[in-house]
């Protein structure tokens, strides 16, 4: 198997995806307006012709390297590239004032490769020994998994968990349109063709993700067409870049801490990078030396960040290829492309597809140090990237996600899916909606459904509450998701 | 008493509602194994709904207005690619794409001529190259 791991990672394919999903990483990072969500979607397409290892190292390599890149504009021009580098912003932004802009990026390109690489390890060995334990799933806990994902990513994502949860449920109904997998029976098809064996996900993904993005920056019109240049990105850059080791040194605690904190919140379905970054920043500050620095152009914040959002990427993927429950927004789309090449999540990632998953995985991590070196050699540049107007951008990106809906099933069909969902997506993006947890109701609905009805069928009579409290990671499960559920409606109360 | 507002989360919570409550009857329709599951997600989604309702009633934050003014731009936008699918689907890749890439650069009145040819040009020779060449992907 090794050797396969090995010819999977020295291949062609392999390395032309990891340099394909490093830089167009940085430049998708490092535009405001552009996450990695979106970037992730669009590309999925494109894993289809390519080897699934190859496929899926580009997609991890743009997750992790978005990251970077979105620091990299937060840094030079206060704005973040991606929601997750927004605690970067405050105190790399006030170094750039300083005129140790390039210090700041120094500290981010070591940081993030350290914190993506830490938690590719964490990926490495924690995932066989999680999937092992995926194992003793029969369906009522696959049932409950699936709703603590959706609990999670519903209580977190976006502030009102009441809409959260909303969207999931959504999500939940809209998987139920089309043929029922047992029955065969037709649901809430209403006579459309196109949606009668249900909603094909990549198009609803590309277009909720990504054409609702190009419509919400086309709310900036009046602004857009003034051609405004963003200040600061002409500044030339000088001084010391990388950190001195006694430097690295003394920031090793932040590195170990943050490190961790990312990883776990990554593991937590629904948490992404943003939470991890903020919460590494508000330890780090916590146990800082110079904690009155912070905020002001401390590198030991930006170490806490940086490390603890890349850190995420890593620990988002563990619960995805265990349990099948991703443990942030992109991995939700990551899940729909290992369903689409037919990779269930679970033992059999290990087992049947062990080769192609410890590629993915080890090439994970040689992308984060491919990242660092990469972001060593022309990190001062990239953010000359946001620049690149919105009338160019904004057409492009709808080719690009036309064509790659079109791509999968060769159906312009899919084509309108793509446009109704991004209609819908626009829509739950003006009225605070989140669209995660819709995302991701529509890509566990099969895994819950059937795990409601089979686990009614194997408790063979038991009425069914006796049936979940009879089994012991299920009693486990419900008392988490309970806790998701009410830990809101404490928040909310507190509040009056 | 306190005040009772309406707001935009109390009509979307309205509008919820009633999608909720149109496909649960919906499914009452459907044979009684098919229907458990979406029965029991569109029952929690009415009763969430009601939810959403009663609390943007009671709250006294001020929500964000939706303002149709706002939604205009975008719209233009979405039409744009409908035409754009539209011409994909009856015309084909290549000549859609040459007329639509323009299209928007005009709508965000970009000035420069060079931009609009190299981009589209260098677009359409891409994703040619990219799907055609070294994926070996359709094109519509």
């Known amino acids: 198997m090794w050797g396969e791991v090995l010819s999977n990672l020295i291949s062609l394919q392999s390395v032309i995806a990891m340099m394909v999903g490093v830089i167009g990483g940085l430049v998708i990072g490092a535009l405001p307006g552009l996450n990695a969500t979106m970037a992730v979607s669009l590309l999925i397409p494109i894993t289809y012709a390519i080897k699934p290892s190859a496929g899926f190292i580009m997609l991890m390599s743009i997750y992790t390297v978005a990251f970077y890149g979105g620091s990299i504009s937060a840094i030079l021009i206060h704005t973040p590239g991606t929601p997750a580098s927004a605690a970067t912003a405050l105190d790399g932004y006030a170094l750039t004032k300083q005129g140790r802009g390039l210090e700041a990026i120094g500290m981010t390109t070591v940081a993030s490769m350290i914190g993506g690489a830490v938690s590719g390890f964490a990926l490495l060995t924690i995932s066989p020994l999680l999937a092992k334990v995926s194992l003793m799933f029969s369906s009522a806990e696959y049932f409950l998994v699936a709703i603590f994902g959706l609990t999670v990513i519903g209580g977190i994502s976006g502030g009102n968990a009441v809409k959260g949860f909303l969207m999931g449920l959504f999500g939940l109904f809209l998987g139920t349109i089309g043929m029922d997998q047992i029955t065969g029976q037709l649901r809430f098809s209403f006579g459309i063709d196109a949606i009668a064996s249900g909603i094909p996900l990549i198009p609803a993904l590309i277009g909720m993700f990504s054409i609702s993005q190009v419509m919400v920056q086309a709310e900036n019109y009046l602004e857009i067409i003034k051609n405004k240049k963003l200040e600061g990105t002409d500044v030339e850059l000088s001084g010391k870049f990388l950190p001195t080791k006694k430097e690295l040194i003394k920031l090793i605690p932040n590195f170990i801490r943050s490190s961790v904190i990312g990883v776990i919140v990554g593991i937590l379905p629904g948490a992404g990078g943003d939470i991890g970054a903020w919460l590494s920043y508000s330890e780090a500050k916590k146990a800082s030396k110079n904690p009155e620095e912070f905020g002001k152009g401390s590198l030991e914040a930006i170490c806490a960040s940086e490390t603890a959002n890349n850190a995420v990427t890593g620990g988002s993927v563990i619960p995805l290829i265990t349990l099948g429950i991703p443990g942030s927004a992109v991995a939700s789309v990551l899940l729909g492309g290992f369903l689409v090449h037919g990779m269930v999540p679970g033992n059999q990632m290990f087992t049947k597809n062990a080769s192609i998953t410890y590629s993915i995985i080890i090439g994970f991590i040689i992308a984060n140090i491919v990242m660092g070196i990469v972001g060593m050699l022309i990190a001062r540049h990239v953010v000359k990237v946001a620049n690149i107007p919105i009338a160019i951008l904004s057409p492009i990106i709808i080719v690009l996600s036309s064509i790659g809906a079109y791509a999968i099933n060769g159906s312009i069909i899919d084509l309108y899916i793509m446009l109704v969902f991004g209609l819908i997506g626009y829509f739950m993006r003006k009225f605070n909606l989140p669209t995660a947890p819709t995302i991701l109701g529509l890509l566990l609905e099969p895994t819950a459904e059937s795990g409601f009805l089979n686990a009614i069928i194997q408790a063979k009579g038991q009425p069914m509450l006796a049936y979940y409290f009879s089994r012991p990671i299920c009693v486990i499960l419900i008392i988490m998701i309970a806790l998701t559920i009410i830990s809101p409606l404490i928040k909310y109360i507190r509040k009056k | ?140």
């Open chain 2, 1 to 140: 008493m306190k005040k009772i507002n309406f707001k935009t989360d109390t009509y979307l919570g309205i509008v919820l509602l009633l999608i909720g409550t149109f496909f649960l009857k919906q499914s009452f329709q459907l044979r009684e194994s098919t229907s458990l599951f979406p029965k029991i997600i569109l029952s929690l989604f009415i009763l969430l709904s009601i939810i959403l309702i009663v609390t943007s009633l009671l709250s006294e934050v001020k929500d964000s207005d939706f303002k149709v003014s706002e939604i205009k731009y975008p719209m233009v936008i979405f039409i744009l690619c409908i035409c754009y699918v539209v011409g994909l689907q009856m015309i084909g890749f290549i000549i859609t794409t040459l007329i639509f890439i323009p299209a928007v650069m005009l709508f965000y009145r970009n000035n420069k001529k060079i931009l609009y040819i190299g981009c589209t040009l260098g677009t359409i020779l891409f994703m040619y190259t990219l799907f055609n060449i070294v994926l070996k992907l359709q094109l519509p």
